[in-house]
């Protein structure tokens, strides 16, 4: 069964740019979950999203959004890039986030803003 | 915020000695899971222990859970060089959607 799928996986933009990563979970995983990992500020929570509903979001400001569709595919948009915006971002899929069930991540994606 | 604090920050073992991390976490839980990283690479899920559980094994890790301390253990037997990577454990509670993960422990085998 196919794991989790980040695209595109390094990626350079310039200030100002914007981006969009995409993220495909396994297979009948409903639920899609984005972190940013900075080696200043480690795992950070951006958003998840259940059946094509935001449930939750994390403390980043509104540059940063979301959505998923109704194959579970779920696109991050990060607008206005900022240098601090360079990170690894990682997508997460699971059955359901709550409910004892396991969470997968994909390798990630690499920004870099320059 | 985080969540959880990993302790020790860094270990450095030799092969085939046994390795001890852990993890401190400050609100309830529901879950709590650990993760293994390498260098660049994506998270790798080792195993899930749920808030009614004490202790879980799997192949050469074996994870505790005290929740009455808000903490748990991961312990790695018998370490290869190929463990050396960062571990991090990451918190769920009821309703809230995420994970909240630790700083991270630098495990470093030596061959």
């Known amino acids: 069964k196919a794991g989790v799928t980040q695209t595109p996986r390094y990626l350079i933009k310039t200030r100002g740019q914007q981006v969009t990563l995409s993220c495909s979970p396994i297979s009948g995983h409903r639920s899609v979950s984005w972190y940013q990992q900075t080696p200043g500020q480690g795992l950070q929570f951006l958003f998840e999203?259940?059946?094509?509903?935001?449930?939750n979001k994390g403390n980043f400001p509104g540059r940063f959004s979301g959505r998923q569709f109704s194959n579970s595919r779920s696109e991050m948009n990060v607008s206005t890039l900022e240098l601090g915006d360079s990170a690894l971002y990682l997508c997460?899929?699971?059955?359901?986030?709550?409910?004892?069930?396991?969470?997968?991540f994909g390798e990630g994606s690499w920004l870099t803003v320059v | 915020s985080q969540q959880g604090e990993e302790d020790p920050q860094a270990l450095s073992i030799q092969e085939g000695e046994n390795a001890t991390m852990n993890c401190s976490y400050k609100t309830s839980i529901n879950n709590l899971q650990w993760y293994r990283q390498n260098s660049g690479r994506g998270l790798v899920h080792l195993i899930l222990?749920?808030?009614?559980?004490r202790e879980k094994h799997s192949g050469r890790l074996r994870v505790t859970l005290d929740t009455s301390k808000k903490s748990s253990s991961l312990l790695i037997t018998a370490s290869r060089a190929a463990d050396t990577a960062s571990y991090f454990c990451a918190t769920d509670s009821l309703s809230n959607y995420k994970l909240t993960f630790g700083k991270g422990t630098l495990l470093t085998v030596n061959p």
């Open positions: 222990i749920r808030s009614n559980e």
């Open positions: 997460a899929s699971s059955l359901d986030v709550i409910s004892g069930n396991t969470i997968y």
């Open positions: 999203y259940f059946s094509e509903t935001q449930r």
